[in-house]
């Protein structure tokens, strides 16, 4: 009964080592590498402008608040599922800019409404926000950034 119970035992404990043992030596970084500019979160081209443009106490808009707050260091909100609800969220926060994602991290389908405007092309996205008051500030291969108050001054870093 004791041979019976210290196999159990090692079994146990070796299908716990299969899951934690790779888990605490993997690269956890690596799930970011399918952004197109393959570098790590923080030096995404459009993290970077964020950071650059983005006065501290202005808000970012985007479907990945988390690396906008983490790594551009901006306070950020995650953006509703429709895009005519942002100017009520900027009654709310002081909201200047919107990060839209379209790398598979940024789960843009779970966001249908999004999708379609998006998917006439980027004229059709920047008409959309020039009737509403905003422009389209950059452009990357993972992103756009809309300027949602144009008529502020871009802040310095």
Not at 21 to 43: K, R, V, W
Not at 126 to 146: K, N
């Amino acid at each position: 009964a004791l041979s019976f119970q210290l196999l159990a035992l090692s079994l146990r404990l070796a299908a716990h080592a299969a899951f934690i043992i790779p888990f605490y030596t993997h690269d956890l970084t690596a799930i970011h590498l399918n952004h197109p500019s393959g570098l790590a979160p923080q030096e995404w081209p459009e993290v970077t402008w964020l950071r650059e443009h983005v006065a501290p106490e202005e808000w970012v808009i985007s479907n990945l608040p988390a690396h906008v707050a983490w790594y551009a260091e901006r306070g950020s909100v995650a953006m509703t599922n429709d895009p005519e609800e942002i100017s009520a969220m900027s009654a709310v926060r002081p909201l200047r800019y919107l990060m839209v994602s379209v790398i598979n991290i940024a789960t843009l389908g779970d966001y249908p409404r999004w999708l379609a405007l998006l998917k006439p092309g980027p004229a059709a996205f920047s008409e959309y926000w020039q009737r509403r008051g905003g422009r389209v500030a950059a452009t990357f291969p993972g992103a756009v950034i809309v300027d949602l108050r144009p008529e502020a001054k871009e802040a310095v870093k």
